[in-house]
């Protein structure tokens, strides 16, 4: 089992940047594909990047792509997502979620079985 806290979150003017982090308890960080979700006011919780165990493949979902990066410190336990040229649409709780690896997953897979608590990012036009 993986525990996972979220940070980074904030109030941000439209076209900045935030760094959102997770970091997960456990010594098997390594064992996880990690996912980032947002649910907006009124909508449901949107699936928007993974990364794979060793960090080397990512996924991005059309809404952040282009202008997104996730990435992975396995010695530290954390996960990143940097999100730039924020708009206000991107105004959600951001979720990190957590699932073990295994053969023929595909990081598109949206099913997770670990969560966060959730970060709020607010995007100001």
């Not at 997104?68 to 730039?84: A, C, E, F, G, P």
């Not at 997770?112 to 995007?123: A, E, I, K």
């Amino acid at each position: 089992q993986v525990q996972l806290v979220e940070s980074g979150g904030g109030l941000v003017q439209a076209g900045g940047s935030l760094r959102l982090s997770c970091a997960a308890s456990g010594r098997t960080f390594s064992s996880y594909v990690m996912g980032w979700f947002r649910q907006a006011p009124g909508k449901e919780r949107e699936f928007i990047a993974a990364i794979n165990w060793s960090g080397g493949s990512t996924y991005f979902a059309d809404p952040v792509k282009g202008r997104s990066s996730i990435s992975r410190h396995n010695d530290k336990n954390t996960v990143y997502l940097q999100m730039n040229s924020l708009k206000p649409e991107d105004t959600a709780i951001y979720y990190c979620a957590a699932v073990l690896k295994r053969p023929g997953r595909a990081l598109s897979d949206p099913v997770y079985d670990y969560w966060g608590q959730g970060t709020q990012v607010t995007v100001s036009s």
